[in-house]
């Protein structure tokens, strides 16, 4: 059964950097195409960055310029470094495929916070 596990969150005061990492326990890693999301609570879902097997990244309006999407296939892992943080940041971040055929998992808090 696949377990998605995404780590890295914390506290940091504005403008401050994290590094977050998902780890997939699935067959065949490199072929998924992956995305980042996050959500705030009693807001909706955001998707925050996407990376094609292959490497290419896509990223979304909220957080484009201050992140960056990356994968390492041998790890099973996909990472999403995020820069000069906001406070409206603050979420959980979660990764899956776009069809979200991963089952979901427990996500890592992002707290940006003075």
């Known amino acids: 059964q696949v377990q998605v596990v995404e780590s890295g969150g914390g506290l940091v005061q504005p403008g401050g950097s994290l590094r977050l990492s998902c780890t997939a326990s699935?067959?065949?890693?490199?072929?998924?195409?992956i995305t980042w999301y996050r959500q705030a609570p009693g807001k909706e879902q955001q998707w925050v960055a996407f990376?094609?097997?292959?490497?290419?990244?896509t990223y979304g309006d909220a957080m484009k310029g201050r992140c960056t999407i990356s994968r390492d296939d041998a790890k099973k892992t996909v990472y999403l470094q995020l820069n000069n943080l906001k406070p409206e940041d603050t979420a959980t971040y979660y990764c899956?495929?776009?069809?979200?055929?991963?089952?979901w998992g427990q996500g890592t808090q992002v707290t940006v916070s003075p």
């Open positions: 699935v067959n065949f890693f490199e072929v998924y195409d």
């Open positions: 990376i094609v097997s292959g490497g290419a990244p």
């Open positions: 899956n495929t776009p069809q979200h055929s991963w089952p």
